[in-house]
């Protein structure tokens, strides 16, 4: 008998009709023999109506209390899934983040776990039931306080329930079939991949892909939790991301990979696009040592995430030189507002804050061991005319910024030139894929 | 320093322009120098919407699920709540029924209250800050689930914290002025009453007062808390209920009553009235022991609440006699029911249901020490040419049953007979009561 956990995020709770295809889902895993530990989202826009009643009330919440009312959500789901599951004749007990054990730092609004105590949880499942679990909340033990993860808390809920029980496996459900080669609303011909290593999918997820967490992928790599992402609409398999030293799950004993596939590993797992990010470039900053720590240091002040980085060689003025980054669209303001307060100390000749780029990224665990994957890239943009303004690169990455108006043509091109499109056209869903 | 329980419904809380005017009556009572503790409602319809969802997906909810989803309602008015006062820049905390201590039995649904433990309150009292606490749920200590204690709840919350806390005075807010001689939009000229006794308040409860609700009148009788009932949209004084032994809060020490109010008080406190009461006629019961009894005994089982029951000396058959009983309208059917299929071993000739009737209640302390009272009840009625179907009496109170097209007519009647009339029309809001 396995230990299956479940997640269903707040698109699949979103009404009754969509609680009972769940619940239905759920009934089917516990009667083919195995235990099931669910994690649930807030139905559809709870949360989303929950922060705007705060904002009606307050302008600027007390976390605590803003915590104490987004957690709520969850519990109306989870009591809802749980008792739709009772009418269908099998037993299934909800539980709070803090009656699952779910312990976290005192951070409200952006709690992690520290640890997870699922005394409850073992005893429903002794006791043969299902067990339902609020996703995204938690609690910490010092304040005795209510407590939530953040964005794509309930994800990370579920890997950290699959790592404390040792679940076999740790199902992520969404409206996608599961991990594609690239968006498939951008390249039609995006493939779904059977398995993906932990350390791509980070840098996907990193990089714009927008399936799983970074957070809970991170666990789940951190606490070799297998995770499977699939479709709430189909049964069919979606992607398992498996960490180091993981076997593939499709494969029986004594097999290898290419039993399965019938062929190596490709060197490219996937193609990100990134339309969230904003370019500031600082023009004429003296060539100096010491000109990119000032300008840097001013930019942490801010709190902004700071992504890729560029050092032009020589400006246009003699003795200086230009300096771009990219950051989230929405803490660009702030940081060039406050470099131009500081322009006379920092000594550069002009700020251009530029949103009209986009990040096309290719990530593969075999670029450790391929050369040329780089050439090929670029090799496919200058076919295509698309002018590259910055490229970062990680061992398994190698990223370009573009004009965003180039940025689905160049996933295309990307796409096709390493050799990723399927023979038929993915199948879209309306929804975000969340 | 005075310690104040303050209690909001669901009326009181119902958007956001409502919880800002609850705010600041609460941060009012603060900063005149009290400590305050307040047990809040789910907002407005919250609890009805989260039923019909439970019946959207579950025909019969399984009673600790639904329990689970019915507690979060107090969740999101106590938080929002709670950053509202802080928005104001006073410390405020929320806590849930089993943060708060309320340890109940494991009805759910229905759960009692049966201790609380208050350690978290009066940590927060200490530290200065206002305290919220969820209404109308509690845990239950063995099986470590959530309770909600069904109608009225947040009433029995407000009064147990009071208690528990040993507070001054339990404010019980609602949309009306406090506890009237009768309803106001059925007499206009019924008066706010100054004070109550709680054994009165309760004989009224019983009997169709709305305000207060019969499990917290009690638990505050029991514990000697004093009930302040009070309009949220007032800062008028409504009424006090007033335990065996306490003292009218209006008295300053070596006054009496004579000194406030000018005269001795009145026979009779109040005139109730219920609608919600139907009547069965058990037609030609044969006349012998254990007639009644063989009825009853059938009623029992299918759990209605019997109020007042009338054996005829004599039936229209000879040898027989007719036995007729009140009981809440909507379990009448079923008793019908229940008795026609056993009409041949019960040997009665015929059965009658009736919902059409009314009740009338006058209640009154006095009534223990002064004759002629039920006489006043009998002409007023008579005089108006009411016809008298039932007649019941406690030792405060004499009800009689009525066509329900006469109560109307009757409460004012019999107001008027007892000198119960003020001498302007009382102010009616739209709202319930509650």
Redesign the interface.
């Known amino acids: 008998m396995a230990l299956i956990v479940q997640k269903f995020g707040g698109s699949s709770v979103a009404d ?1 009709e969509s ?2 295809r769940v ?1 239905k889902r759920i009934v089917d895993t516990r009667r083919a023999g195995n235990d099931v530990v669910v994690a649930v989202s807030a139905m559809g826009d709870t949360t989303d109506e ?1 922060l705007e ?2 904002r ?7 976390p ?3 915590d ?2 987004l ?3 969850e ?2 789901s ?3 899934l ?3 599951i ?2 269908m004749g099998l037993e ?3 539980f ?1 983040g803090s ?1 699952a054990g779910m312990i976290t730092t005192a951070d409200h609004g952006s709690a992690r776990i520290v640890d997870v105590t699922p005394v ?1 949880l073992r005893e429903a499942l002794d006791d043969g039931a299902i067990v339902i679990v609020a996703g995204f909340q938690g609690f910490n033990r010092d304040t ?1 306080d209510i407590t939530t993860l953040g964005r794509g808390g309930s994800d990370t809920t579920a890997v950290a329930l699959a790592a404390a029980l040792n679940a076999d496996v740790c199902e992520i459900y969404s409206d996608v079939d599961g991990i594609f080669t690239c968006d498939p609303r951008v390249v039609p011909l995006a493939k779904k991949l059977d398995t993906i290593g932990a350390e791509e999918m980070l840098e996907l997820a990193a990089n714009g892909a927008k399936v799983l967490y970074i957070r809970a992928v991170e666990y789940a790599r951190r606490h070799s939790v297998l995770i499977h992402a699939r479709s709430t609409f189909t049964s069919n398999e979606g992607t398992y991301v498996l960490g180091e030293g993981m076997a593939d799950p499709r494969l029986a004993e004594g097999e290898d990979m290419t039993d399965v596939i019938g062929k190596e590993e490709p060197v490219v797992a996937g193609v990100a696009i990134d339309r969230s990010q904003a370019k500031i470039t600082v023009v004429g900053v003296p060539d100096v040592p010491g000109s990119a720590s000032a300008i840097f240091s001013r930019v942490s002040k801010t709190g902004a995430n700071i992504d890729m980085i560029v050092q032009n060689v020589q400006s246009a003025s003699p003795g200086r030189t230009d300096i771009s980054f990219t950051l989230p669209k929405e803490q660009a303001p702030d940081v060039a507002k406050q470099l131009q307060a500081e322009q006379s100390e920092l000594g550069f000749e002009n700020l251009v804050h530029d949103d009209q780029v986009g990040k096309l990224s290719v990530v593969g665990a075999g670029m450790r061991s391929h050369s040329g994957v780089s050439l090929t890239l670029f090799e496919a943009l200058s076919r295509d005319a698309i002018n590259i303004e910055m490229i970062s690169t990680s061992e398994i990455r190698i990223s370009v910024l573009l004009r965003e108006t180039d940025l689905d043509k160049a996933a295309r091109t990307v796409h096709t030139a390493y050799h990723l499109d399927g023979d038929v056209e993915a199948t879209v869903y309306a929804g975000t894929g969340r």
């Open positions: 009754a609680i009972k619940a929950l009643l705060a009606d009330v307050a302008p600027n919440p007390a605590r209390e803003l104490m009312l957690s709520s959500g519990r109306i989870m009591a809802l749980a008792m739709t009772h009418s299934a007990r909800s709070t009656q409850r005795r």
